[in-house]
């Protein structure tokens, strides 16, 4: 196949095309729970259907729908997976300007629901495979591998509807190489510098619940054993301080990369984030609040208190007060190591601890993708450099990296002046995306995969 890079292709047509497929996909509310994903699914279906390319759907419970497709390659190296999720977080419609399942152009920007997590990755994963898919019939030129379109339901609860039941039940479906998913791609800049994070290592996952216990009483003659007491005690021993650092060698190279981009006392004082002496007072000290908090994700295991749970009564004091945690685990940390840090932290032995693992985290090597990503980022923001990344949180690359696929997450996006960064624009209110981001994710994931399989 002809080696063409996005300059020499009718881009306008192609990002004009990409937006149709956003908008569309936008006002199908695939808001999980329920789900619905069917709705996605027809789109589509009937879109591939349209270029006479046949659409595998997986439906595992009635409506929660995922579409697979094929472009076959040569078979002259492994499949390239192209992977999204249909599914979305729900919305409080009151907080936003429009409306969330509407698909809005606003001032250049597309609203809606899923706009960055996930249905723009989507739309440009369709627009490429319905172009590749066309340039192999127009030129009788296969590419080098086989090329699958997998957009999956139930990312955003629990992959039990979705790539958690493909990977354990048709496991062949997603035998590849490479995959490109999220969980990357979002330029930062840290000084003059721009830097693309390549997510490749994804931290585990596990809930956590801490149990305090007291003794109960009437709440009108208060008394000093108190379980909520106790558990407020555990919980601010808990959160006032990170949990202690693990560097993992994905966050070693990382700031490796940004230390070197930078000059003077910016790169000496990032050459001592992995300093647990001096790590706090580097992050305190970095301009960008976002690029911090990120940074400090990466060197930690985290623990958030997100639900309070106690008393049944307003005049009875309980003997239990319980908090869940949710934890975000360096990968290579078990349980018994997590429980270990908790413990010593709240220094309570009658704050009982219990573990609840959900996912391990995995690092991922270093390959011809992740230079591919990088040559084409260099042609479409000169100057800028790709990093590799450890994502803090986790996505549905979870299921893939245990049966040896390569899944990197890298959903191009650049900053844009007065524009939130993208991470707090997912699951947030008035989610949007620009028509220029489209644009140039577009532009740099066609390259990538004309590189890897072209």
Known sequence: ?????????????????????????????????????????????????????????????????????????????????????????????????????????????????????????????????????????????????????????????????????????????????????????????????????????????????????????????????????????????????????????????????????????????LGQLTNPMLSERVLAALPNHDVANALRAMLHTTASPTILTAGTALNVIPSEASAQVDCRVIPGQTPEMVRGEIARRIGDPRVVIDIDPLSPGYEMPQTALFDALGRAIATHDPGAVVAPYLFPAVSDSRYLAPRGVIAYGFVPHQPEAGVPPVQSLAHGHDERVSVANLHFGLRVLHDTVQDIAG
């Open 1 to 269: 196949m002809m080696n063409l890079s996005a300059r020499d292709l009718p881009m306008a047509a192609l990002t004009a095309e990409a937006q149709r497929h956003l908008v569309a996909l936008l006002r199908c509310d695939t808001t999980n729970p329920p789900g619905n994903e069917y709705l996605a699914a027809a789109y589509l279906r009937d879109q591939l259907a349209a270029e006479d390319i046949e659409a595998r759907l997986i439906e595992p419970a009635p409506g929660r729908v995922s579409v697979w497709a094929r472009l076959a390659g040569s078979g002259a190296a492994r499949p390239l997976l192209l992977v999204s999720h249909t599914d979305v977080v729900p919305v409080e419609r009151a907080k936003w300007t429009t409306d969330p399942f509407g698909g809005e152009e606003r001032d250049g920007f597309i609203y809606g629901r899923g706009a960055v997590d996930m249905k723009d990755m989507l739309a440009l994963e369709l627009t490429l495979f319905l172009h590749f898919a066309r340039r192999v019939r127009a030129t009788g030129q296969p590419l080098r591998r086989d090329l699958i379109l997998l957009a999956v339901a139930d990312e955003e609860d629990s992959g039990t509807h979705g790539m958690q039941w493909i990977c354990e039940h048709m496991p062949e479906l997603v035998a590849a190489e490479y995959a490109l998913n999220e969980g990357g791609g979002m330029g930062i800049d840290l000084g003059k510098q721009r830097i693309y994070p390549c997510e490749m290592a994804q931290k585990g996952a596990m809930r956590v619940t801490l149990r305090a216990q007291g003794a109960p009483g009437h709440a009108a003659v208060p008394h000093g054993d108190l379980a909520v007491r106790r558990l407020a005690q555990a919980l601010e021993r808990l959160t006032a301080a990170p949990l202690p650092m693990h560097v993992i060698p994905t966050v070693r190279r990382f700031i490796g990369v940004i230390a070197a981009t930078q000059v003077g006392a910016q790169r000496a004082m």
